[in-house]
C-alpha cells in the first residue's frame, strides 16, 4: 500500500507540472489579469461648500458603490475654492489630482473619470487637461451632451413639475462662454413644449430671467411657486439666489405668496440611471482601448 501511495502522489505530480508547462505565457496572463484590480471610478463635481447640499454626494456615491460593487469608488471636487474653503473648516476633502495620486497608491492601474457636470462646458475641459500620470483612463460625458440624452432629463424631472402652480427650472448658465448654454436652451424648449406652466431660467448667460415674467403672472393666479434645480446640488444659488429674502432674489421677484422647491438632480434616481449610462460606456471604452 505504501508503494501505490507513492506512484499515485508522483502521478498527480506530474499531472499539475505538465500542466502548467503546456502555456506558461497563457497562464502568466491569466494570473495578470486577475490580479489586475477593475477600474477605479471616479465621480467628478464642481463640489459646494453648503453642508446640507453636500449631502447629495453620500448619496449618489452609495448608488454607485451599489451599481458596481467590485469597483473602488472616489470622489473629487475640481474646484479647488470649495476645496481650501471646506479644509478651513474641517471638512477633508479631495481635489482631482490629490484623488488620482491615491487611486494609483491603492494600486490601480485604470480609471473611468465620470463628469457629473450637468452641461458640456470649461469644466469638463478642465477635468481633461488634469495630468492622470501612469493611469490609462476613459471620461464619462455629463449628464446633457446629446440631444438623447436632454429628452430624458426632461422626462426624468417630469414628475418634479407642479399641478397646482407654475414651475421654475433653475438653471446656472455660463456667462463667459455663451456656447456653453446651448443645451440648457435646447432643454428649455423641450419641457416648454411639454408643459405650459414650465420655464426655464439661469443665473448667468442664457436663458437668463427672460422667462420669468411668464411665471410671475401664472404664480399670481395660482397663488405660489415651484422651483426645481437643473443642478446636481442645492447650494448657495438656490438657498440665496433663488430661496433668499433679497429683494432679487427669484422668489422676491416673483413676490407669490408661497414657493415651494423640488430636491436637485443628484437624488433623481432617474438622472442617476443617465451618468451611470455615460459611465459604462466609458468603461466599455476603457477595456476596448486595453484589448
Request: charged share 20%; net charge negative.
Amino acid at each position: 500500500m505504501p508503494h501505490i501511495s507513492k506512484i499515485t502522489t508522483w502521478l498527480l505530480l506530474a499531472a499539475l507540472t505538465a500542466c502548467s508547462a503546456g502555456n506558461p505565457a497563457a497562464t502568466t496572463q491569466k494570473d495578470a489579469t486577475m490580479n489586475q484590480k477593475p477600474p477605479a471610478i471616479v465621480l467628478v463635481a464642481f463640489g459646494t461648500t453648503s453642508d446640507k447640499g453636500r449631502e447629495v454626494f453620500g448619496v449618489i456615491e452609495q448608488a454607485a458603490r451599489q451599481r458596481y460593487p467590485h469597483h473602488d469608488i472616489f470622489l473629487a471636487f475640481t474646484s479647488q475654492t470649495v476645496v481650501d474653503r471646506l479644509r478651513q473648516r474641517g471638512v477633508m476633502v479631495r481635489n482631482l489630482p490629490e484623488t488620482l495620486a491615491e487611486v494609483q497608491t491603492q494600486g490601480h492601474k485604470q480609471a473611468v473619470l465620470q463628469s457629473l457636470m450637468i452641461v458640456p462646458g470649461e469644466k469638463d475641459a478642465e477635468i481633461a487637461r488634469i495630468p492622470t500620470g501612469t493611469l490609462q483612463v476613459a471620461y464619462g460625458q455629463p449628464l446633457m451632451a446629446t440631444p438623447a440624452d436632454i429628452r430624458a432629463v426632461a422626462e426624468a424631472v417630469s414628475d418634479d413639475i407642479a399641478a397646482d402652480r407654475p414651475t421654475v427650472f433653475v438653471t446656472h448658465g455660463n456667462s463667459k462662454h455663451s456656447q456653453y448654454n446651448q443645451a440648457l436652451l435646447e432643454f428649455a424648449a423641450v419641457i416648454e413644449s411639454r408643459y405650459d406652466s414650465a420655464v426655464t431660467c439661469s443665473v448667468e448667460g442664457e436663458p437668463g430671467l427672460t422667462r420669468l415674467p411668464r411665471a410671475q403672472q401664472q404664480a399670481k393666479a395660482a397663488g405660489g411657486v415651484h422651483f426645481v434645480p437643473l443642478m446636481l446640488v442645492a447650494g448657495d444659488h438656490i438657498e440665496n439666489d433663488v430661496l433668499g429674502d433679497d429683494p432679487d432674489s427669484w422668489k422676491s421677484l416673483i413676490g407669490a405668496p408661497s414657493a415651494s422647491c423640488a430636491r436637485p438632480l443628484g437624488y433623481n434616481t432617474a438622472v442617476l440611471e443617465i451618468f451611470f449610462r455615460h459611465l459604462d460606456t466609458a468603461r466599455t471604452a476603457l477595456q476596448a482601448a486595453e484589448g
